[in-house]
């Protein structure tokens, strides 16, 4: 996170400004009489168009006002003489003007003004005007330069003499630039260097050209062309100058002005160039490097940057240095510069001029532009070299003195007048002045006053009697009060009080001290994908009774809020960032009185700029190598390069993926096919995007040859049910390898003695016709063109079109208990394809009575289902069906077996648990136990017992008449034997009984479902014959005596 701030305080910069003026000579009002003083004037080394009227600058003040008149050539100038000259009125400047004809190289020369009213005479500087000058390049035949490679050469181009001196840069014939470097550059005197000459420097011209400041004007100089004569090696050699000649040279420069030094050095490989300075450092903060390190840049030089330079030029063959010798000489500059002087009558005073410079300056007095020397004498005054001294002055006295120090490379001129006057005090400033101010900041208190004699003053807050001078304050002599740092109790009203001989006068301040602004979260610098949406913050802290003003920079120029950005009290908020939004941000909060500003760099992440200048080399029959030139990454480094081919056979116009690479690679291999007629193209890849395609490269055709692949995905399937369709993939443009691509189709039924069919095609499908239905056939697909076959297919195996399954082998039924039915079945005997699933759809039935269809669908592989039942007395009727792709076969329908008296079984659970019918079968219970005692008693007695003595033989099943006693069971009553279950289909089985139920039947007619649960009932018959004196089997049968009490 980086963001860059800066706090500017307008107080205080105003401040900083004013500092130089605080112990400035006072001014005197202008309603006051006073001597002339200039107040604008031309440069002294005036250069001008000639294509416009000529301005020469001349204004001054005074009391009264001021009359003008110029000298020129040292001669008196009469301006109403020449028509195209005249004065400004209430100024002095001279206008030329050339509108109605005429040469203003007529008018050069050297002006001077002249300002004067009653109390003296004030003068500009010398003006010195120049017209500017573009002359045409001397007309010259220029023969061809011939040069041995690897030899060192320079081109001159010596440029007419222009006025100011023209800027030179070389070009080509065709105004291309000339491409410099370290071998090749162009030398301050404008000449182009070359320290060695290669023989791609022959493949252009060179041309001088020569632009001219004032009049916008290009000349270019007959171009140089060069004959570069080649050897079999280039000789490497030691560096040598071309530029300074020889080992040492010496350069004078004028204080103030930049220097630059300079080192031109031939050899091969090109020399480097390095600068010393000798017995110290080079300048620090005033030098720099130009023109490949060849130049030595020294700003604003001084006395202390006198001294020897070197320079050392090197290669590997060895080094040479050479020597500058820098002389700094100076033109005049102030040490002390004159000051108006006012005297009150009376009064001593002195003016006081003081220069140095190299060699050191003379010093002129003039008064009135005279040389004192030949004024009037004044006793009062006094001339001792730099410095006058006025005693005992008297109203009268007033002029205007010129100090002027030269020597012989400049001067300087100013201007200072006396002024004897008798005034009382008076404020300059208005009165009631608001003053604020940030606290903590540095702030003047302004109190501008006049009088004659100089009045004293001072300062006084809320009417205290101290006078402020000293600690967090200064007094300044012209009037104003310094705080080193305001705070907020230095708010409040300061008076400033001027007295001398003749009076006093005094003014009042008010100050405020308001709180500084400040931004407290600025803009951070953000990396941002293009068209997000990044949010600049500027939150500001500010003295809320100043108004606040917030302003956005970009790139240092004011920023247009258009429709993609939102300008809010806390930030600045941009939709759908664009590359052109990338830049620097600045908030700049300000109020009257100060300002803050954050900044913070927006660096937006585009797709890369397409790859250019696409280039095919290493042309083989199986490869080439593809270069190319990346375009910018856009902020977002290249990660990939994604290259593309278009062939124009198979799918003119249409691109593939050929293959991909690293992004730090611009040149690859690329694998190629027969038969195929390339174009390539290149995609740049970054993080947010790909780049749009470069543009193609040149084509490349690859001979042809025979397939090396067969098709791949090669299927039979039949779409009806008495065909096969035979499909594949057919072979793109880089795998037909040649003409005329064709696919030799051959099938057969899966049977070993079978014979082949074989069809050839030119389309990625054939129909084999009049097919069983669903049987496997084996299937080859071979490619082939016309330099021969693919090599031989795999075989595949694909089937004949289905049809409509047989019904499932069984559906079996099964009823575990009363809360579910269990359903299995089989897969039909006769799939007739491939099975896509099962359809079972049953209903509920009670008599007459049916519920609504429930479906259910099951997979191919699953042939078991569990119903949950909801109603335990209904029955259930289920239909299944098998699937194909081609539909549902045939149904197979069954129904769950009926409960044996459903009702009575409903019942009989419902009481089973009931208090009084458990205690009803305990009393049962124990009534069969007393009577089975007494049977056994009765036997053991020797009583008739009509069961026979054996009770491990079974009864006979065909003895139907048994004498001792027949068994008549019947089942109207539907009653289940103490201890029985219920079967799967609601019949009744003895629990734990190893009797079966056929040996108390007749015959053995008792039928069993296929899940083993009974489904016939049994009868026991009674003997027709048997007496009424037979002792009844319902009193003598255990068994029948149970059933007789239940």
Known sequence: MVTRRSQLSRAGLAFALCLQHLVSAIEVPLDLPQPPTITKQSVKDYIVDPRDNIFIECEAKGNPVPTFSWTRNGKFFNVAKDPKVSMRRRSGTLVIDFHGGGRPEDYEGEYQCFARNDYGTALSSKIHLQVSKSPLWPKEKVDVIEVDEGAPLSLQCNPPPGLPSPVIFWMSSSMEPIHQDKRVSQGQNGDLYFSNVLLQDAQTDYSCNARFHFTHTIQQKNPYTLKVKTTRGITETTPSFMYPYGTSSSQMVLRGVDLLLECIASGVPAPDIMWYKKGGELPAGKTKLENFNKALRISNVSEEDSGEYFCLASNKMGSIRHTISVRVKAAPYWLDEPQNLILAPGEDGRLVCRANGNPKPTIQWLVNGEPVEASPPNPSREVAGDTIVFRDTQIGSSAVYQCNASNEHGYLLANAFVSVLDVPPRILAPRNQLIKVIQYNRTRLDCPFFGSPIPTLRWFKNGQGNTLDGGNYKAHENGSLEMNMARKEDQGIYTCVATNILGKAEAQVRLEVKDPTRIVRGPEDQVVKRGSMPRLHCRIKHDPTLKLTVTWLKDDAPLYIGNRMKKEDDGLTIYGVAEKDQGDYTCIASTELDKDSAKAYLTVLERPDRPRDLELTDLAERSVRLTWIPGDDNNSPITDYIVQFEEDRFQPGTWHNHSSYPGSVNSAVLSLSPYVNYQFRVIAVNDVGSSLPSVPSERYQTNGARPEINPTGVQGAGTQRNNMEITWTPLNATQAYGPNLRYIVRWRRRDPRGSWYNETVKTPRHVVWNTPIYVPYEIKVQAENDFGRAPEPDTVIGYSGEDLPSSPRYLRIRQPNLETINLEWDHPEHPNGVLTGYNLRYQAFNGSKTGRTLVENFSPNQTRFTLQRTD???????????????????????????????????????????????????????????????????????????????????????????????????????????????????????????????????????????????????????????????????????????????
């Open 872 to 1046: 335990p007395i209904s029955r259930y009727r289920f239909f299944l069906r098998a699937r194909t792709q081609v539909g549902d076969g045939e149904t197979i329908v069954e129904e769950s077996p009926a409960l044996l008296n459903e009702a009575y079984t409903k019942n009989h659970v419902d009481i089973a648990t009931q208090g009084w019918f458990i205690g009803l079968m305990c009393a049962i219970a124990l009534l069969v136990l007393i009577l089975l005692i007494v049977c056994f008693i009765k036997r053991s007695r020797g009583g008739k017992y009509p069961v026979r003595d054996n009770k491990d033989e079974h009864l006979n099943p065909e003895d139907k008449n048994a004498e001792d006693g027949s068994f008549d069971y019947s089942d109207e009553d539907n009653k289940p034997l103490p201890n029985s279950q219920t079967s799967l289909d609601g019949t009744i089985k003895q629990q734990e009984s190893d009797d079966s139920l056929v040996d108390y039947g007749e015959g053995g007619e008792g039928q069993f479902n296929e899940d083993g649960s009974f489904i016939g009932q049994y009868t026991v018959k009674k003997d027709k014959e048997e007496t009424e004196g037979n002792e009844s089997s319902e009193a003598t049968s255990p068994v029948n005596a149970i059933y007789s009490l239940a």
